[in-house]
């Protein structure tokens, strides 16, 4: 049995899909499986990591599981810690830990450090385990179809910042084969996507792809900061996020991982694009 946790996620909810079309077993954690729509054939239990206690029956029987965490960077009481210690008592035999590019090292120290305990919980585990390291995802840019629903305006912030975005679905692909294919446990997968783009050129083939003329407007930092603030993190926190952000240019390197696993290419944005806003236009 696979157990996916976040299993309604961008990525979770992709890894369910693929595997169960491979016909694997697989159950999927979500913490309200009464709202939840899954393939056919596969099992969904109940979990949430704030109430440890209700992983123990999500992790019963599993020996693969796919691990993630939508806590904001720096939250205490790590949720992989909780998954971890239930996923030893289970017993089982291999992790798929979904982490973030470069384990989250180049940038702030705060959310470096915040990311090596989290990256930590499983490597110190004593479980067979795989870390994906994504960069930004593809599907960020899902939040401006509400804006793109009132007119042509879409505000963008860090519109300059370039980076590899990746494709959930590729994500995935690589977690299954990681299940799949036992010469990539205990590795490290950098993941990126096939070209190096701007949030700005991403809005550009929005733009085209919905045969529309959009404009693009950048919130300042402070802006950026107060946003963040108003969705519940506390201001020295996002301050400590927002820095992190702009040090440098880690995240813009392509990398080959995503091709060498899946024996293909990396799928471009403007694919992805096309499916996912042309879709719904």
Same mark, same amino acid.
């Given at each position: ?80 810690? %909780?998954? +971890? $210690?239930? !996923?030893? *008592? &289970? ?9 973030? #590019?470069?384990?989250? /090292? ?47 305006? %879409?505000? +963008? $912030?860090? !519109?300059? *910042? &370039? ?9 995935? #692909?690589?977690?299954? /084969? ?55 993190? &506390? ?47």
């Amino acid at each position: 049995m696979i157990l996916i946790t976040g299993a309604t996620g961008h990525v979770g909810a992709k890894v369910v899909t693929q595997l169960a079309a491979r016909g694997l077993p697989v159950r999927a954690m979500t913490r309200r499986p009464e709202a939840a729509t899954f393939p056919a054939g596969v099992e969904v239990v109940a979990g949430d990591c704030d109430e440890p206690a209700s992983l123990a029956k999500a992790f019963e029987g599993v020996e693969q599981a796919f691990l993630m965490t939508s806590q904001p960077t720096g939250s205490p009481n790590l949720h992989t810690v %909780v998954q +971890v $210690a239930a !996923a030893q *008592r &289970a017993g089982v035999k291999h992790l798929v830990k979904l982490s973030v #590019a470069a384990g989250g /090292e180049e940038g702030h120290e705060l959310v470096a450090a915040w990311h090596r305990r989290d990256e930590a919980a499983v490597t110190d585990s004593g479980i067979d385990h795989t870390l994906l390291r994504p960069g930004r995802f593809m599907s960020n840019t899902l939040g401006w179809k509400h804006m793109l629903g009132r007119g042509d305006t %879409v505000h +963008v $912030a860090f !519109a300059h *910042r &370039a980076s590899t975005p990746i494709a959930p679905e590729d994500i995935a #692909a690589v977690a299954v /084969e990681a299940f799949t294919n036992p010469a990539l446990r205990n590795r490290k997968l950098e993941l990126s996507g096939p070209e190096v783009l701007t949030p700005e050129q991403e809005l550009a083939i929005v733009g085209e792809v919905l045969g529309r003329r959009l404009t693009l407007v950048e919130p300042t930092t402070a802006q950026a900061i107060d946003g963040m603030v108003r969705g519940g993190m &506390a201001r020295d926190l996002a301050e400590k996020m927002i820095e992190h952000v702009l040090a440098g240019d880690y995240g813009a390197d392509v990398s080959p991982v995503v091709e060498q696993v899946l024996g293909r290419p990396a799928t471009t944005f403007r694919r992805w694009a096309a499916t996912h806003f042309k879709e719904e236009s």
